[in-house]
């Protein structure tokens, strides 16, 4: 099995409305989001996906939530925007657009250095 990532990276803020703690207040991250795309097989090139074309995938699905406060999007006014319903929301966003000869595994969203969510099905 074949697997390639990229990663890119946004900005936002966002809040845990339910949370007994600092992050009930409105907060930022620089968020660094790792998409894993898997294939038992490589295209004529040797390529499972061109890097460029994943990136565009994932930038399109990024964009939306880029500088702004994801409690007001509203995918995340029905789903709390923790680490693991953004990275849920970015995995179906990009798998709308996956190429046919290709599978997406996973997305892994950072929040900090320390700590990330990954969502997979």
Known sequence: MYKVKIIKSFSSAHYLAQYKGSCESLHGHNWKV????L????DNLGMVIDFRKLKEITNSAIKKLDHKCLNDLEYFKANTPSSENIARYIYN???KKMPENCQLDKVRVWETDNSCASYSQ
């Open 34 to 37: 790792e998409v894993v795309v």
């Open 39 to 42: 294939s038992e097989k490589v």
């Open 93 to 95: 966003e990009v798998s």
